[in-house]
């Protein structure tokens, strides 16, 4: 009992600590679930509530169903809109992570194990253009996009996701393998394998965790990505969720509860994906190898 | 199985030489060990010779075979790391088996040799667990057992009994010796404990700063340095090594003491007597070296003790257990033929 009580101050420091922490991350999600099933009505009154008084799923509706009313009117439904969009943001985003986490794997053991003149400098520069804010490249490169027929595809969107994103990755990856001992590969030679049968039967597996952090947050950046599909996806071709859901604010009625809804929707897949490669970031692989 | 061969190789990283040049051949099957402090250049030579290392000059030949160009996988050449690098995702079976597995060979060759392997090493009860799931020992054996497997023409060793502690190490050298028995195969261990390299080798190479100090079989090594250097790395506790003046069938000691040596050698010499040849006699006698004693430890079987006399420290082993104890003055006399003499300034065994 005495021992609890000693350490009581610094136990609810740290308590409150937690809790200032989930409510700063949770905080604005359960805000907007909150908003996505508050009546439009009550959306506009004066009193603030913590949960809707009538809770409808009136706007999850709107956003699935085949028709849909707004105001009163029947309107065009969004779920075509919705639907197209919701898969364009899934076939960049996986797209772009897929790339960057092959191209990142083979790239960063390249900049590892291999021996080529300028091989520092090279990955200098590289990791260098993370420093380089987007907007000064935007222009440049709209007009190279153009140049090259890929404004509006999802090969442009996701060649610009992965120049973007790759920097990072390969940064990661080659910290992971500059932590793998050499003589792990080495061991491989000599067992008689080739340089490359080495790397994929002996260093990829081991390089696991380090490629699904390089996924998750690929995917997670790409996922959230707004800047680069509002300049590069003017249509519903590519249009993601993050630049569909602003637009349907209409010029006479912002519509929060649909907003939300599919706000809340769009947070599933990045969820789902954390969620499950989440058990494969696990640390200790490389415990056995030595001594 | 093959013989080794290594001939004037040398190494530079840069513009750093560390090896400046060694030669030794390892015959058929025999088990030699290349020993020297640490830096010297042991792990750099044998990763020369399994490919790992490129050779700057001079060749490494296997079975008459010039390897220089030759990639690792090619050599038929298994090693045992320092760090075992065992592959942490693999079972203990999958780690074994690796090789073959390469190699294409069938599932039920693999399994065979497998089981083979880990009968011989005692690991049959661990063959699913992982490289994680077994003591250092163990794993150890388990780094053995992924060289043997594929009988490769030539094993290198590179200090794998270095961070087993004194009991297992003492087993394992027992078992990495019968193993060579048992595969009659040609294996080069690298130590840089020189008891380890007297109780396993057939043959000795010892190596200082990049440069062949000596090869030879063990007792040679511990009856005939060939310098001063061999003479006071070999053997254990060391040998002393006081400078003396030689002249005329004599040698005068730094503290003043004159002894009759059985050498005509003149001049500034090394006198290099073994701790086990010195013989307790009293501080007069005749040929004896007085000396006060500083230390006396004893581990049960023998007693080592240390003892000074102006400037001049000897240290001596008995196994009799005899009544001397610290502040004792005591005399200590060279055995009949048991007097080593190296020149002092280049170190060379003088007759
Ligand atoms: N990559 C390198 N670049 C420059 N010098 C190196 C490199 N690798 C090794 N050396 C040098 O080569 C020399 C021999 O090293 P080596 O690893 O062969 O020593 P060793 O005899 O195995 O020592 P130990 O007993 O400590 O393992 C050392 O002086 C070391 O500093
Ligand atoms: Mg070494």
């Known amino acids: 009992m005495t021992r609890r009580f000693k350490h009581l101050p610094g136990q609810i420091g740290l308590w409150l600590g937690v809790a200032l922490l989930v409510l700063w991350s949770v905080g604005p999600v359960y805000w907007s679930f909150v908003t996505s099933i508050t009546p439009p009505n009550a959306l506009v009154s004066n009193s603030l509530h913590l949960w809707p008084e009538a809770a409808t799923w009136q706007h ?7 028709n849909s009313t707004s105001q009163g009117n029947e309107v065009a439904s969004v779920w075509p809109q919705f639907s197209r969009a919701f898969a364009n943001s899934l076939i960049t985003s996986l797209a772009a992570t897929a790339l960057v986490v092959i191209i990142a794997a083979f790239g960063a053991w390249a900049f590892v194990r291999l021996q080529f003149p300028g091989r ?167 415990a056995g190898a030595g001594k | 199985m093959a013989e080794v061969s290594i001939r004037d190789v040398t190494k530079s990283y840069g513009s750093t030489k560390v090896m400046h040049g060694v030669s030794f051949d390892v015959a058929d099957g025999e088990f030699v060990a290349l020993v020297g402090p640490s830096g010297c250049g042991k792990s750099t030579l044998l990763r020369m010779i399994a490919g790992l290392e490129e050779i700057t000059a001079g060749t490494v030949s296997i079975a008459g075979r010039v390897v220089n160009e030759v990639e690792p996988k090619a050599r038929d050449i298994a090693m045992v790391f320092q760090n075992y690098a065992l592959y942490p995702h693999m079972s203990v079976r999958d780690n074994m088996g690796f090789s073959l597995h390469l190699r294409g060979a069938s599932k039920a060759e693999i399994a065979t040799a497998v089981a083979r392997a880990a009968e011989i090493l005692g690991l049959t009860p661990y063959l699913d667990r992982t490289p994680k799931q077994l003591s250092g020992g163990q794993r150890q054996r ?126 500034a010499v090394l006198f290099g007597i073994r701790p086990e040849h010195l013989a307790l006699c009293s501080p007069d006698a005749e040929g004896a070296i007085a000396v006060r004693v500083s230390t006396v430890e004893s581990t049960g079987t023998a007693m080592f003790v240390a003892a000074q006399n102006d400037g001049l420290t000897l240290h001596a082993l008995f196994t009799d257990r005899p009544a001397v104890k610290r502040g004792d003055l005591i005399g200590l006399r060279p055995m009949a033929g048991m007097v080593h003499l190296f020149d002092s300034a280049s170190g060379l065994r003088l007759g």
């Open chain 2, 142 to 267: 388990v780094a053995m057992g992924r060289a043997i497997v594929r009988q490769p023409a030539v094993f290198l060793f590179d200090e794998p009994l270095s961070n087993l502690d004194a009991a297992l190490r003492v087993q394992m050298r027992a078992e990495i010796r019968a193993l060579h028995e048992r595969l009659g195969s040609t294996s080069i261990f690298v130590t840089h404990d020189q008891v380890e390299a007297m109780t396993m080798a057939d043959r000795i190479v010892v190596m200082r700063a990049g440069r062949l100090e000596q090869a030879g079989p063990p007792l040679e090594l511990y009856d005939r340095p060939a310098n001063a250097f061999v003479a006071g790395f070999i053997g254990s506790p060391a040998m002393n090594l006081l400078a003396a003046q030689a002249d005329s069938g004599q040698v005068r000691l730094a503290s003043g003491q004159v002894l009759q040596i059985e050498s005509h050698a003149a001049g």
């Open chain 1, 120 to 286: 520092d400098v090279l990955f200098v520069l590289v990791v260098a253009t993370l420093a380089i804010p987007a907007y000064t490249v935007m222009i440049p490169l709209y007009r190279l996009m153009i140049s090259l027929g890929l404004i509006d595809t999802y090969t442009g969107v996701t060649l610009i996701y992965v120049s973007a994103f790759l920097p990072l990755a390969l940064w990661l990856m080659r910290s992971v393998y500059q932590a793998m001992p050499l003589s792990l590969e080495e061991a491989a030679w000599l067992d008689g394998a080739s340089k490359l049968r080495a790397f994929v039967q002996v260093v990829l597996p081991l390089a696991g965790p380090g490629l699904v952090a390089c996924g998750i947050l690929t995917f997670l950046s790409a996922w959230g990505q707004f800047m680069v599909p509002l300049v590069f996806s003017p249509t519903l071709a590519t249009k993601p969720l993050t630049v569909l859901i602003p637009e349907f604010v209409t010029r006479n009625y912002v519509d929060y509860g649909l907003m939300n809804a599919a706000g809340i929707v769009a947070i599933a897949p990045p969820l789902l994906l954390v969620m499950f490669l989440n058990r494969y970031l696990v640390s200790g692989l490389m």
């Open chain 1, 60 to 66: 999850y509706a709107k956003l699935f169903g085949a």
